[in-house]
């Protein structure tokens, strides 16, 4: 089994920055695929980022290429999401996945285990 837990998710101001973590325990990262999805009110779960915690390859959605960066930390057994300018439209609760097992990492459907979330604000 694996834990995940998010944290340093908050209210920002549009163009702020923030900084999101995902740290896992029960099982180590090794040989996953970690990733970070989030939700709206009123709107389905959608794909944000994915890393290979191998290769460390990484892919985003079209709406936070060149704002998001995800990151890993081996050491840690941690994921970061690092958010830079920030819009409204970011507002949700942005949730860690691991242990992706389907065909298509934009699909909530294949990831194994997730984080409880974390609560992300922007005002504008």
């Known amino acids: 089994q694996v834990q995940l837990v998010e944290s340093g998710g908050g209210l920002v101001q549009a163009g702020g920055s923030l900084r999101l973590s995902c740290a896992a325990s029960?099982?180590?990262?090794?040989?996953?695929?970690a990733g970070w999805f989030r939700q709206a009110p009123g709107k389905e779960r959608e794909f944000v980022a994915t890393?290979?915690?191998?290769?460390?390859?990484?892919d985003y959605a079209d709406s936070v290429k060149g704002r998001f960066t995800i990151s890993r930390d081996n050491a840690k057994n941690a994921v970061y999401l690092q958010m830079n300018s920030l819009k409204s439209e970011d507002t949700a609760v942005y949730y860690c996945?691991?242990?992706?097992?389907?065909?298509?990492?934009?699909?909530?459907?294949?990831?194994?285990?997730w984080g409880q979330g974390t609560q992300v604000t922007v005002s504008s």
């Open positions: 890393i290979s915690w191998n290769s460390g390859s990484t």
């Open positions: 996945a691991a242990g992706f097992v389907g065909t298509a990492v934009g699909s909530t459907s294949g990831w194994l285990y």
């Open positions: 029960g099982r180590t990262f090794s040989a996953w695929r």
